[in-house]
């Protein structure tokens, strides 16, 4: 739909019916008034009628068109915290899976080394007895595992506190290397902050930061160089994720950020679109920029004052 020719359409639809009005009404006026000061008196009359219905003519079309687009606005808030809550699950998911593989690998070691001592046949009793318990141990922690994996998809993803932004970037980035889609990549952290407390969501700080590194592992098709900064300029954080890769276009970067946009065929186009809505939740912005290693930089920048926690709540408090 063209603004322009809707506007036009409006106003030709206005002004035509407008037109006739007034040489209808002025023709009716000249032939039934009998003198002057009548006809002065039924073109007030009637200046005050067109002006009237015109007044709540306009008023009511303005009212209907505030009232499609508060709707429109109300549905689009709401799709917004719905993809980020789906995509906030997405990240958890993933950050369970990269853990699960770890465990699953050590795991297999000792249960491979367990049952080479159950088959041997010159083993003492007690080695026996001792097998056998680690046996029942080991399945104990695939249990344990299936149950913590369910128990990180139910968790309250956008529970916020006080928290050290250098911290879980650590954690977060540890998780990561062994993840199959990070092998092959050099994943390097670089953290200059004296102080990186903030108040905000935790999870979702996590998820962002796992779908930039992730964005730049795909760049570079799973074996560039990845380098993720920690810095606090000015009265704010900023975390920036480079990497080696092809690097964003500048005609592309004023959209990557919206929903369904993707540059992957098997992409959803909702990674860094949750990535913007994290970071507006947190009062910070997220950009893209040419890297010093030669592809992309993506910054995200957040304030370092911790006192406002009313407003994160609220911004975070319908994606529960």
């Known amino acids: 739909m063209n603004p322009r020719r809707v506007a036009l359409t409006v106003a030709a ?165 062994s993840h199959s889609l990070l092998e092959n990549c050099a994943l390097r952290i670089d953290i200059d902050v004296d102080s990186s407390r903030i108040h905000g969501a935790p999870a979702l700080l996590r998820q962002a930061l796992v779908n930039l590194v992730f964005n730049a592992a795909q760049a570079t098709d799973a074996q560039g160089t990845i380098e993720v900064d920690l810095c606090s300029p000015d009265d704010s954080l900023l975390l920036q994720v480079h990497d080696d890769g092809p690097g964003v276009p500048p005609d592309e970067r004023h959209r990557i950020f919206d929903a369904f946009v993707t540059g992957r065929k098997q992409g959803s186009g909702l990674g860094l679109f949750s990535v913007r809505a994290c970071a507006e939740a947190h009062g910070g912005n997220i950009t893209v920029d040419d890297s010093s290693l030669g592809g992309a930089l993506f910054s995200l920048e957040l304030p370092a004052d911790s006192n406002d926690s009313v407003r994160l709540n609220s911004a975070l408090a319908s994606s529960t």
């Open 13 to 177: 639809a206005y002004l035509a019916p407008s037109l006739i009005y007034i040489y209808i009404s002025s023709t009716i006026v000249a032939d039934v008034a009998v003198d002057a000061e009548q006809a002065a008196t039924i073109e007030i009359l009637k200046g005050l009628a067109f002006v009237t219905f015109s007044a709540l003519l306009i008023g009511g079309i303005t009212w209907k068109i505030l009232r499609r687009l508060d709707n429109q606005r109300r549905r689009a808030r709401r799709m917004r915290e719905e993809l980020l809550e789906a995509r906030a699950h997405h990240g958890a998911n993933l950050l369970a899976a990269s853990l699960a593989h770890d465990i699953n690998n050590e795991l297999t070691v000792l249960r491979s080394n367990n049952n080479v001592l159950l088959r041997r046949d010159n083993v003492d009793d007690w080695i026996q007895e001792l097998s056998e318990d680690q046996a029942v141990a080991i399945d104990s922690l695939l249990d344990l595992l299936e149950r913590l994996d369910n128990s990180v998809l139910q968790q309250d993803l956008t529970a916020t506190c006080d928290l050290d932004l250098a911290d879980l970037t650590k954690s977060t980035i540890d998780s990561l290397r």
